[in-house]
């Protein structure tokens, strides 16, 4: 716009939303008219060695021909400081634009009408979503938009008596450090264990920034490593730092690789790499990003099915269908076969661990081993929590196997037959009970099958535990001696008695102890309710 134009009238602030780089633009070259510190730091116009903040004010000032009404003049501004930058805030606090002033897509004066006066800025506007920072350089462009004619730009390079555009420098500085790249960086900070189960691969490099030169190839990079998960009882975090190789070496970017100690161990959770180097004698550090982890893949429930089935734990006269139709059903009532914290058939979480620590598909606690200690694998591999699960099991159903005989060599059970029941016996003229009955569990059948798979579901019972006692002392099984039967069998049935499965009876879940730490009094019931494809 040409000199003098409607000087001295007051216009209203109008603010245009111009899309930006949609209009074409003539670049000019900005002068640096003046720099000056604020709050007594100096003014750093070139680098220096120390990483002092920045707070200064910058005038610039250009002037291009004009191209045409709408067209913008850009100035393009970078500063490069010594420091990688670590915070920055820029503020336009004042300035006079022929004709409309801009800091890249941001309006920052009012908008006259056509050729009758210039834009200036009102108040200072905060420009710093319009900054871009690379390392140590931060660059923004300076605008002006054309709505008269003869010049385009900003300051006295377009009038004399015209105000530069000032713009408020504040800058803070990281320092020299250490900074950790990923290689290639994971989708979502999410490294996966696949389905198969295999490990992700866990790649980073290293290098020094804020030390000029770079002393990056000639240095050597020591490494380590964290993953973490969060125990509930008690609540605190477990570190698996101890199962991953520490302190490995790197020189310059060569490649970093997470190694566990075990090769066959699967490990998720938190992941933290750490990088220190010692760089122009001082001692540097740098991280991975936060939110990094490891999680897994759940795979499909049909090849859990098959892999259950294909476990082989028959035994005690069990036959290998029943036994993994229970295993199938035990799993999806414990984590609906899932071993991760997401949905079946694919979903990719966190490790599946609930409110009382039990992990994965069968919800292993302590049984075989506790999986935040001694058998971590269970945790992150499907497999082996489902070899892990069957075990428990299986270790059920063999103590479960024995219950009948110790319990016919129980004192308090046979002073129950001999005391109670039999005196009951007499009086209603009945021959008395000879020894203490208890025979052997019968073994025929599935889960929930009728006349029941007693040793089975015994074990199934067993597998969240046997809470409770009996009237006489004995555990409480899934099943129990009938005092009803024992108080009315008859003379003849008394001899075959030792091998009648009418001695027991299921014991109900009214009668387990209720609440926190007795397991779930229906267990057997909700087993026996699920489906072995669970859904599919």
Same mark, same amino acid.
């Given at each position: 716009?040409?000199?003098?134009?409607?000087?001295?009238?007051? +216009?209203?602030?109008?603010?245009?939303?111009?899309?930006?780089?949609?209009?074409?633009? #003539?670049?000019?070259?900005?002068?640096?008219?003046?720099?000056?510190?604020?709050?007594?730091?100096?003014?750093?116009?070139?680098?220096?060695?120390?990483?002092?903040?920045?707070?200064?004010?910058?005038?610039?000032?250009?002037?291009?021909?004009?191209?045409?009404?709408?067209?913008?003049?850009?100035?393009?501004?970078?500063?490069?400081?010594?420091?990688?930058?670590?915070?920055?805030?820029? #503020?336009?606090?004042?300035?006079?634009?022929?004709?409309?002033?801009?800091?890249?897509?941001?309006?920052?004066?009012?908008?006259?009408?056509?050729?009758?006066?210039?834009?200036?800025?009102?108040?200072?506007?905060?420009?710093?979503?319009?900054?871009?920072?690379?390392?140590?350089?931060?660059?923004?462009?300076?605008?002006?938009?054309?709505?008269?004619?003869?010049?385009?730009?900003?300051?006295?390079? #377009?009038?004399?008596?015209?105000?530069?555009?000032?713009?408020?420098?504040?800058?803070?500085?990281?320092?020299?450090?250490?900074?950790?790249?990923?290689?290639?960086?994971?989708?979502?900070?999410?490294?996966?264990?696949?389905?198969?189960?295999?490990?992700?691969?866990?790649?980073?490099?290293?290098?020094?920034?804020?030390?000029?030169?770079?002393?990056?190839?000639?240095?050597?990079?020591?490494?380590?490593?964290?993953? =973490?998960?969060?125990?509930?009882?008690?609540?605190?975090?477990?570190? +698996?730092?101890?199962?991953?190789?520490?302190?490995?070496?790197?020189?310059?970017?060569?490649?970093?690789?997470?190694?566990?100690?075990?090769?066959?161990?699967?490990?998720?959770?938190?992941?933290?790499?750490?990088?220190?180097?010692?760089?122009?004698?001082?001692?540097? #550090?740098?991280?991975?990003?936060?939110?990094?982890? =490891?999680?897994?893949?759940?795979?499909?429930?049909?090849?859990?099915? *098959?892999?259950?089935?294909?476990?082989?734990?028959?035994?005690?006269?069990?036959?290998?269908?029943?036994?993994?139709?229970?295993?199938?059903?035990?799993?999806?009532?414990?984590?609906?076969?899932?071993?991760?914290?997401?949905?079946?058939?694919?979903?990719?979480?966190?490790?599946?661990?609930?409110?009382?620590?039990?992990?994965?598909?069968?919800? =292993?606690?302590?049984?075989?081993?506790?999986?935040?200690?001694?058998?971590?694998?269970?945790? +992150?591999?499907?497999?082996?929590?489902?070899?892990?699960?069957?075990?428990?099991?299986?270790?059920?159903? *063999?103590?479960?196997?024995?219950?009948?005989?110790?319990?016919?060599?129980?004192?308090?059970?046979?002073? +129950?037959?001999?005391?109670? =029941?039999?005196?009951?016996?007499?009086?209603?003229?009945?021959?008395?009970?000879?020894?203490?009955?208890?025979?052997?569990?019968?073994?025929?059948?599935?889960?929930?099958?009728?006349?029941?798979?007693?040793?089975?579901?015994?074990?199934?019972?067993?597998?969240?535990?046997?809470?409770?006692?009996?009237?006489?002392?004995?555990?409480?099984?899934?099943?129990?001696?009938?005092?009803?039967?024992?108080?009315?069998?008859?003379?003849?049935?008394?001899?075959?008695?030792?091998?009648?499965?009418?001695?027991?009876?299921?014991?109900?879940?009214?009668?387990?102890?209720?609440?926190?730490?007795?397991?779930?009094? *229906?267990?057997?019931?909700?087993?026996?309710?699920?489906?072995?494809?669970?859904?599919?």
């Amino acid at each position: 716009m040409s000199k003098g134009l409607g000087s001295g009238r007051a +216009f209203a602030f109008l603010v245009l939303l111009i899309p930006w780089p949609a209009v074409a633009a #003539t670049t000019g070259s900005c002068s640096v008219m003046a720099l000056s510190s604020r709050a007594g730091l100096p003014a750093r116009a070139a680098a220096t060695s120390d990483p002092m903040p920045v707070d200064d004010m910058v005038e610039y000032t250009y002037s291009v021909p004009s191209a045409g009404v709408g067209t913008f003049a850009d100035c393009p501004i970078s500063r490069t400081f010594p420091d990688p930058i670590s915070d920055i805030r820029v #503020t336009i606090v004042s300035g006079t634009a022929d004709d409309i002033g801009f800091v890249g897509s941001l309006q920052v004066t009012d908008a006259p009408p056509s050729c009758a006066n210039v834009g200036s800025v009102q108040a200072p506007v905060d420009v710093t979503s319009q900054v871009t920072v690379d390392g140590n350089t931060a660059s923004l462009v300076l605008r002006a938009l054309e709505n008269c004619c003869c010049v385009t730009g900003w300051g006295q390079a #377009t009038q004399s008596d015209r105000s530069n555009a000032v713009l408020h420098w504040e800058v803070s500085f990281a320092g020299p450090k250490i900074e950790v790249t990923l290689d290639p960086s994971p989708a979502n900070n999410q490294y996966v264990i696949d389905a198969a189960p295999t490990m992700p691969m866990v790649q980073a490099k290293a290098r020094v920034v804020g030390v000029t030169p770079d002393p990056t190839p000639t240095t050597t990079f020591t490494w380590t490593a964290s993953l =973490i998960v969060h125990e509930n009882v008690p609540s605190r975090d477990v570190d +698996f730092a101890s199962d991953i190789s520490q302190n490995v070496t790197t020189l310059g970017q060569n490649l970093y690789v997470l190694q566990l100690l075990n090769g066959g161990d699967f490990r998720g959770g938190k992941l933290k790499l750490k990088a220190t180097a010692t760089a122009n004698g001082q001692s540097l #550090t740098g991280e991975s990003p936060d939110g990094l982890k =490891i999680d897994g893949t759940n795979p499909q429930r049909t090849t859990i099915q *098959a892999y259950l089935d294909g476990l082989h734990l028959a035994g005690h006269g069990l036959s290998d269908a029943d036994v993994g139709d229970a295993l199938k059903r035990m799993a999806c009532q414990e984590s609906g076969q899932r071993e991760f914290n997401a949905s079946a058939n694919g979903g990719v979480g966190s490790a599946y661990i609930s409110s009382d620590d039990g992990v994965g598909l069968f919800q =292993i606690t302590s049984s075989p081993c506790d999986p935040f200690r001694g058998c971590r694998n269970a945790m +992150f591999n499907w497999q082996t929590n489902a070899d892990s699960g069957a075990k428990a099991l299986g270790d059920k159903i *063999a103590f479960a196997v024995g219950f009948p005989n110790r319990l016919s060599m129980l004192p308090e059970y046979k002073d +129950f037959i001999a005391n109670t =029941i039999n005196p009951q016996r007499k009086a209603a003229g009945l021959r008395p009970i000879q020894g203490a009955p208890a025979p052997r569990f019968t073994t025929n059948g599935a889960v929930g099958s009728n006349p029941p798979d007693e040793l089975l579901e015994d074990g199934v019972r067993g597998y969240n535990g046997w809470p409770g006692t009996t009237e006489f002392g004995a555990v409480l099984h899934e099943f129990t001696p009938d005092t009803t039967f024992l108080l009315n069998a008859t003379n003849e049935q008394l001899r075959g008695i030792n091998n009648d499965p009418a001695v027991w009876r299921r014991v109900l879940a009214s009668e387990r102890p209720q609440g926190p730490g007795n397991g779930d009094p *229906a267990y057997l019931d909700h087993v026996r309710a699920q489906s072995p494809q669970c859904g599919g």
